[in-house]
């Protein structure tokens, strides 16, 4: 099966994982949201060196693919990249969201509709619902949370399982019968499984021209010496 290394930096969490046959070989993780840059090519060393290997031992690095924070999936995929150019190995773009529906879905097998949420700021969360089988109900959107989110799932019966940094704030308005909450976060042990899959069936992204899924763009202000 593939040596994969996974990459997962789209929140604060800046996570690492080598994964071969769908198990972690190695795993670091740090949710100093400000070092990413600085933290992520000494996690990748310290994760080939506590699983014994080399780098250039890899069949394929997986990268989360967002929507996330606009910064961090662009570290995320520069390093990505820079792996697979040099070594000459296939890149896999994993969309974030599905990653942290099929953790749910492996921690909560009984609910009918995963929603993964990453914070988008204020009230805003980017977000998109599964069923069981993770099949996307709708597109990844961004949402301004509101009580009425979830009506037509709980009407007709569904039991519906929200996780991600962005559910904390759902909380709040949403929690009540038929929805529950899932300490899922974002995590590069998330993507083994999905990049495994896309590892067999050949779906690999263009190193040259791939840019991560933003969904919005960047929240750029002018500072106030420059007006």
Request: proline share 6%; glycine share 6%.
């Amino acid at each position: 099966m593939p040596l994969i290394l996974n990459i997962e930096t789209a929140t604060e969490v800046c996570s690492v994982c080598l994964s071969q046959n769908g198990a972690p070989l190695a795993l670091r993780e740090s949710t100093n949201a400000q070092d990413h840059a600085a933290q992520i090519t000494l996690m990748i060393a310290d994760c080939f060196r506590e699983a014994g290997l080399e780098l250039a031992t890899l069949d394929a690095v997986a990268v989360s693919d967002g929507p996330g924070s606009y910064t961090s999936l662009r570290i995320g995929l520069a390093t990505a990249k820079g792996i697979c150019y040099a070594l000459d190995k296939p890149l896999i773009a994993v969309p974030t969201l599905q990653s942290m529906a099929w953790a749910a879905a492996v921690e909560m097998p009984d609910a009918n509709i995963f929603v993964p949420m990453i914070d988008a700021r204020r009230m805003e969360v980017y977000m998109q619902a599964f069923d069981r089988d993770l099949h996307p109900i709708n597109d990844p959107e961004a949402i301004v949370l509101h009580a009425a989110l979830f009506d037509s799932w709980l009407q007709a019966g569904q039991l519906v399982v929200c996780c991600g940094n962005g559910s904390d704030k759902a909380q709040a308005g949403l929690a009540g019968p038929g929805v529950s909450f899932s300490g899922v976060r974002c995590s590069a042990l998330h993507l083994m499984a999905l990049a495994e899959a896309a590892f067999t069936e050949a779906a690999f992204a263009d190193i040259a021209y791939h840019a991560p899924f933003y969904l919005k763009p960047p929240n750029i202000t002018t500072p106030r010496k420059g007006l």
